[in-house]
């Protein structure tokens, strides 16, 4: 079975500082991986995607992921962090069967002015 | 551009009551599901439908029933609600679910309810 470890529940960092989210995952597979992120009182909204087609995946708001086999890792960064990505993010893998995303722990980002 | 729909968006229910969340989509998406969210436990799969007149349960059924009404609509019932299923309830679907293939999904804005 399929499970995601989000590593840090909370992480602060200042405007225009990098972002790091860490996501590792376990799967026998190859796997379908996707970072999704939830602002205040929304549901999810999918920000990346990894299919397989390239490891270096870009998404949307400056956002993107690097698949790793190796680490069996899918890290997100941004560059330069806004005020405006402060959210939930969640990174997600899917089984093989493709009818069910694992959902990791999620990590809540702050943005400091 | 609806997308997901969810009513209600909040509910408040005494221990023992029944509700049924209701959800629909406008994307001709074949697949549904019901996701909830707990703190620091991330969205956990309560049951899908990968496609109309199917339903399959997901990792955590108990207590739950569902019913695929058409391809736009899928609802959640608490036949006798406690405590431990307050939550905040998601709804979501994709074009399609079959191996090797997974779009992601559209997700509706969540029903929070909470249960005295």
């Known amino acids: 079975a399929q499970s995601v470890t989000q590593l840090g529940s909370h992480v602060s960092v200042s405007e225009g500082a990098l972002v790091l989210l860490r996501c590792n995952y376990s799967s026998s597979v190859p796997p379908y991986l996707f970072w999704y992120v939830q602002y205040p009182n929304q549901g999810l909204q999918l920000l990346l995607k990894y299919t397989s087609a390239a490891t270096l995946v870009k998404g949307i708001n400056g956002f993107e992921a690097e698949f790793k086999k190796s680490e069996t890792s899918f890290h997100l960064t941004k560059p330069s962090a806004h005020m405006s990505d402060a959210a939930e993010y969640f990174c997600?893998?899917?089984?093989?069967?493709?009818?069910?995303?694992?959902f990791g722990g999620g990590t809540r980002l702050m943005v400091k002015p | 551009n609806a997308g997901v729909t969810q009513t209600p968006k909040f509910q408040v229910l005494k221990t023992g009551q029944s509700m049924t969340l209701q959800c629909a989509q406008d994307m001709n998406h074949n697949s549904m599901y019901w996701y909830r969210q707990d703190p620091g436990m991330g969205l956990r799969l309560i049951y899908y439908?990968?496609?109309?007149?199917?339903?399959d349960k997901g990792e955590v059924p108990n207590g739950y029933n569902v019913s695929r009404l058409n391809k736009r609509e899928f609802s959640l019932r608490l036949e006798s609600a406690a405590p431990s299923q307050t939550s905040v309830y998601f709804c979501?679907?994709?074009?399609?679910?079959?191996?090797?293939?997974?779009?992601?999904?559209?997700f509706g804005s969540g029903t929070r309810l909470t249960v005295v």
């Open positions: 997600a893998v899917s089984n093989n069967a493709g009818n069910m995303l694992t």
């Open positions: 439908s990968a496609s109309e007149g199917t339903t």
């Open positions: 979501a679907s994709s074009p399609e679910a079959r191996a090797g293939l997974n779009y992601g999904y559209t």
